[in-house]
């Protein structure tokens, strides 16, 4: 194995420090001229392992011309978090200061300042930490293949959190741009929890076409469409057979796996809590002050929760019990950036002793000495848990702590199977992903911004890339059309192109303008229609109309949808009055209660991971196992007995019941919150036909509730789970759903068909939203086979739905149901019915509510109709 | 709900879902699709058509489908042949732009010639549709019919855009459209919002007819500042229009 340099032996040794094997591997890999994927532990020095090749590289490189050859970016530096880049820019200047080597790191994202983005772009650094939506904008850049000529190494740090998905598909995209502009780049992978570390190699491998038979018969002039479609599309490196291809990704072999010693294994507690762990709930309130306690145990303790609402109230309720005054911050994405940097730096200059924070500490952050990670409500997936341990103790050889706090007792069943799961470093596995097509035009329009492209010579670029070696030729006809004139039948477009061909025959943009734009709408990050939060004032006069002043943050319309003025919540730690909405903002004044009227919604928006539902669903069945559960737990699962029933594991239990002015149905399949969002839809669909009226529905992973505005207890089960609901409802459904609207509206986004930036304005999520429902319905009428409809239905299909397992679950069931009609709620359903993040139905409801508004009014008129109609 | 309400909203129902109402007296028929059909007059009357609104995008590189003119012609096509109207008004804002009527496709072109002819066809003006209007006048082929300022039908006035309230209520009998009325209701913790027309008995605006048309909250003072008294939004159901009064609103 190689040494290192002497240079990096000497700084090794002065801080006490040997080099530790798979760092040693991946200078190696670096030497040999390899791609590799690191996967070691926290706390394993992994990122110092991916950049040791580059800066062995750079420390033996002679001075480095300002202009020209050898004076462009060594190494990019690519993570999924913003702040991440932040933090190893610290630590990668540790090294740097200390052996005094003479290398330029700088760090640029969304929130880089222009006069420093120029300065990056006259004179690049060596070391540029950035984030995948920075590297969308480089490929559009005008002289992005200058820029990048000399680049030697891409690092891709917690690459499990990235390669998945659209934001994946991007940035594949995006490496293969890189690597066409200096062939000899070499692409590093970093992570500590990834189940399949091949899955992840054949992501990263180029697909290298230069092998396959489809090149040999590239020609100097681009071969027509016609032609290429006379060849049925090539088998694309047929016989080889590797692991990687059979998965869909490139030739994983080319990519060289390096795996870190693992560390010593974490200590996990559950917590068994001294008052009972309730029925129901998903915020853990019950525990607080054993979290407390355990807070105050502790040197700094981050506190993980699974949704913005549940950190608000978890927060509040320590504060609450906070007699020793224990600096305990807060820290989620919807807080203004300004008061989520405050507590970061606070974390770092160890002034606190607890952040309560979501997923977006999740990641290799080190703000300070963390001890101690609790999670408060059940953790959903083996690989997440690991990660958010990985938090703690950032030291190989000592265990990181961990206390797990099930917020209700089906929870405590998962908690358990998760602490089982991370003995057995069980992690979860995520499945293959087809690479989509309104990402692939954003990179399409992308790449005609930056030089004109050839048509055949992209496509073969495209399909080197992982996620995208199955393309063919005639899509990629249908999404460079759909960039230029939108795709339509009708071609009325076509003068109004944004790309146009050029008299050599290759594509460019239209002009600067669109060019423009397009660079600011980059990325593939949609997110949910939000609001900003602000400080409302009454403005003088008669108007006494409210105006928006200080902005605390921004969250998401649904939740404003559902509070009517006067209502208090909680927000940034803080109970507020809603006021009202106007515009884009959500105006609130300060509110002297104590406690908010309006619950913080808290449901997990994580889905459970299919590993942990079967452990769990095994769990609830086997009696035998039911003896490692803490007392009230089993009295739980022995009280459903009674009110209502256990099923054996073949059948499923069926619950129908009043409550309030609706009527419920409680189903428990033990199938995952995908599975179940989709069977909902099919049932609601199929119960708004037999004219229950169902207003919307809710799933846990371990059960589903839809409620009515009639009685649903006396409909024929049997026929409402009959598994035909799987052939043409599926369909129809998907058509008119309103997962559709918003699968579609993500696509139009992406894919640029509707700008969320325009200059001088910026689209909001609001907007946006009207709009696009508006184009999806006359588009699906008038074109319905359109580019952007059939990747709408193939993200809805693969991303929304579960139905192969659905499809297994219902044979399964089938004459199996066990149906009770009940008077009040069972003890299984009440976590379901506190689980927030409904969804609604379409179909009769919203006019069975503009109806039931009306009729009010209609029969008031009536009362008194016959006076008016004489006057 | 105050008197005047009352008598504007007369508990017959139509068919197909319409509901009847008098404004400053003459009686009025507000229809699912989102237009007005006064009988007395046989005038068919809808508002802020916004066609070409697509291409209007397309030209400045956002590329939406071209297919709303189309879309806006056909419900327009469905309401003709199903009243047969002596007199077809459109109430202004008709055109999304200045350039919009030759961006028009030929068979979207035709359309709106065969629906126009037989009878009266009134382009009142607007805003947005001005220019396309005045430049129509001098193109090689006019489009049907004439193109009018405000008019006067019985005790009804006919405009683009709703002029302020006043104290002496001459604003009575006006019916305009401009602001695109939504309403929205909320109950079993969600919320419904749809076009709608509003009213008071006094004057009307109608909600856009137009495929692509957004729409502004009936609560905005833009709108609620219009009417002395809470007025009625009569929001277009899937088959029915739904009279909500003005404290259910959201």
């Known amino acids: 194995m190689t040494g290192l340099p002497p240079l990096f032996a000497d700084w090794f040794a002065s801080r006490g420090w040997s080099p530790r094997r798979h760092q040693l591997e991946m200078v190696a890999a670096g030497e040999a001229g390899r791609h590799a994927l690191l996967v070691a532990p926290t706390g394993g020095g992994k990122t110092l392992a991916g950049f040791l090749p580059s800066l062995i590289d750079l420390a033996e490189r002679g001075p480095r ?49 222009q006069s420093k983005r120029q300065r990056q772009r006259d004179f690049p650094p060596d070391i540029l930490l950035t984030t995948p939506e920075q590297l969308a904008l480089f490929c559009a850049w005008e002289g992005a293949r200058s820029y990048f000529a000399d680049l030697k190494c891409v690092v891709l740090d917690e690459v499990h959190a990235i390669w998945s998905g659209k934001r994946g598909d991007l940035l594949s995209l995006g490496l293969g741009r890189l690597q066409s502009f200096s062939p000899g780049m070499r692409r590093v992978g970093l992570s500590a929890t990834i189940e399949d570390p091949d899955l992840i190699r054949g992501w990263l491998a180029p697909n290298d076409v230069a092998q396959s038979p489809s090149t040999a018969s590239r020609s100097p002039s681009p071969p027509s469409g016609e032609e290429t479609q006379t060849e049925p599309s090539p088998p694309r490196l047929a016989g080889r057979g590797t692991a990687g291809e059979a998965r869909g990704g490139g030739a994983l072999d080319t990519v060289r796996l390096v795996k870190g010693d693992p560390g010593a294994p974490a200590v996990v507690d559950v917590l068994i809590s001294e008052g009972k762990v309730p029925w129901a709930g998903h915020t853990g309130q019950h525990a607080i002050p054993e979290v407390y306690a355990a807070i105050q145990r502790a040197s700094l303790a981050l506190i993980f929760v699974n949704t913005r609402w549940q950190s608000e109230f978890v927060f509040q309720q320590l504060w609450a019990i906070n007699d020793e005054n224990l600096p305990i911050g807060l820290h989620h994405g919807s807080l203004a950036a300004e008061q989520r940097r405050k507590i970061e730096a606070a974390m770092a200059r160890g002034d606190l002793r607890a952040v309560v924070c979501t997923s977006t500490l999740d990641l290799g952050i080190d703000w300070g000495d963390v001890d101690l990670v609790i999670q408060m409500a059940a953790p959903k997936g083996s690989s997440r848990l690991v990660q958010r341990i990985g938090r703690a103790n950032h030291r190989l050889d000592e265990p990181s702590r961990a206390l797990l706090v099930p917020a209700s007792r089906f929870e405590m069943l998962e908690c358990q199977a998760a602490r089982e799961a991370v003995a057995d470093n069980a992690f979860d596995w995520e499945p293959v992903h087809i690479g989509t097509l309104d990402t692939l035009a954003q990179h399409v329009m992308g790449v005609a911004c930056s030089e004109a492209f050839d048509m055949q010579a992209l496509y073969d670029e495209i399909v080197g890339c992982g996620p995208y070696r199955d393309l063919t030729w005639e899509q990629f006809e249908e999404v460079v059309d759909f960039v230029a004139t939108g795709g339509y039948a009708l071609r009325t477009y076509d003068r109004f192109a944004r790309i146009v061909r050029t008299q050599d025959g290759r594509w460019k943009v239209r002009n600067q303008h669109i060019a423009q734009r397009h660079r600011m709408n980059v990325g593939a990050i949609v997110s949910a229609g939000t609001l900003n939060v602000r400080v409302a004032s009454r403005r003088g006069g008669a108007s006494r109309q409210l105006i928006g002043g200080r902005k605390v943050g921004e969250a998401e319309e649904w939740y404003f949808e559902q509070l009517t003025p006067g ?12 006021q009202g909405i106007t515009g884009t903002d959500a105006l609130v004044t300060h509110a002297n209660d104590k406690d908010p009227k309006i619950p913080s919604w808290g449901g997990s928006k994580f889905p459970l991971s299919t590993s942990l539902a079967d452990r769990v669903r095994t769990m609830i069945h086997d009696r035998d196992h039911w003896r490692v559960l803490p007392p009230d737990v089993q009295e739980w699962l022995e009280l459903q007995e009674t009110r209502s029933v256990i099923p054996n594991a073949e059948s499923m239990l069926v619950e129908t019941f009043p409550r309030g002015s609706r009527h419920f149905l409680v189903a428990y399949p033990f199938e995952g919150n995908l599975a179940h969002t989709t069977l909902c839809m099919l049932l609601t669909r199929r119960l708004d036909r037999m004219g229950v009226g169902p207003l919307g529905f809710v799933v846990t992973d371990y059960s589903l509730a839809i409620w009515s505005i009639k009685p649903m207890d006396q409909i024929d089960l049997d026929a409402l789970f009959q598994s035909d609901m799987l052939g043409d409802d599926l369909e129809a459904w998907l058509e008119e759903s309103f997962m559709m609207k918003r699968s579609f509206r993500n696509c139009a986004l992406i894919s640029g068909l509707i700008e969320r930036r325009q200059p001088g304005a910026e689209k909001t999520g609001r907007q946006v939203t009207f709009s696009t429902d508006l184009i999806y319905d006359v588009l699906r009428r008038h074109q319905p086979d359109h580019l952007l409809l059939k990747t709408a239905r193939a993200d809805a299909a693969s991303g929304l739905l579960d139905v192969a397992r659905l499809g297994q679950m219902l044979a399964r069931i089938e004459g199996r149901i066990r149906h009770q009609a009940l008077t009040r709620p069972s003890p299984f359903c009440v976590p379901v019915l506190v689980q927030i993040g409904r969804e609604r139905v379409g179909g009769d409801a919203a006019e069975m509510i503009l109806d039931e508004s009306a009729e009010l009014l209609i029969a008031e008129v009536m009362d008194d109709a016959e006076p008016g109609e004489a006057a | 709900m105050n008197a005047a309400l009352r008598q504007t909203l007369s508990p017959a129902r139509k068919t197909c879902g319409s509901l009847s109402v008098r404004i400053a007296g003459e009686a009025c028929v507000l229809r699912c699709s989102g237009a007005m059909w006064i009988p007395a007059y046989g005038a068919l009357i809808v508002a802020d058509l916004h066609l070409e609104k697509g291409s209007a995008f397309a030209v400045r590189g956002q590329l939406l489908p071209p297919y709303d003119s189309r879309a806006t012609l056909e419900r327009l096509e469905a309401e003709i042949v199903d009243l047969d109207p002596a007199m077809v008004v459109l109430l202004g804002d008709s055109f999304h732009d200045t350039k919009a009527i030759p961006r028009m496709a030929a068979d979207d072109r035709a359309r709106l010639d065969r629906l126009a002819a037989g009878r009266d066809w009134l382009w009142l003006e607007g805003n947005h549709d001005r220019g396309a209007l005045a430049r129509d006048a001098n193109a090689a082929t006019r489009l049907p019919g004439r193109i009018v300022g405000d008019m006067v039908l019985g005790a009804l006035r006919l405009t683009h855009e709703p002029e302020p309230l006043t104290a002496d209520d001459d604003r009575r009998g006006e019916v305009a459209g401009h602001l695109h009325p939504a309403a929205r209701v909320a109950a079993y913790g969600r919320g419904v919002r749809r076009p709608c027309f509003v009213t008071d008995g006094s004057r009307i605006i109608l909600p856009a007819f137009g495929a692509f048309t957004g729409g502004l909250n009936v609560r905005d003072p833009a709108i609620a500042d219009l009417f002395a008294a809470p007025p009625l939004a009569a929001a277009l159901g899937r088959d029915r229009v739904h009279a909500l009064d003005w404290t259910v609103l959201r």
């Open chain 1, 567 to 578: 209502d208090t919540f909680l927000f940034a730690g803080q109970v507020w009055a809603f």
């Open chain 1, 65 to 113: 011309p300002a202009t020209g050859p050898g004076s462009g970016v060594h190494t990019l530096y690519l993570s999924p978090l913003k702040a991440l880049t932040t933090d190893v820019e610290r630590n990668l200047m540790t090294p740097i200061r200390e052996i005094g080597l003479n290398i330029h790191v700088e760090t640029r994202t969304g929130d880089t300042k």
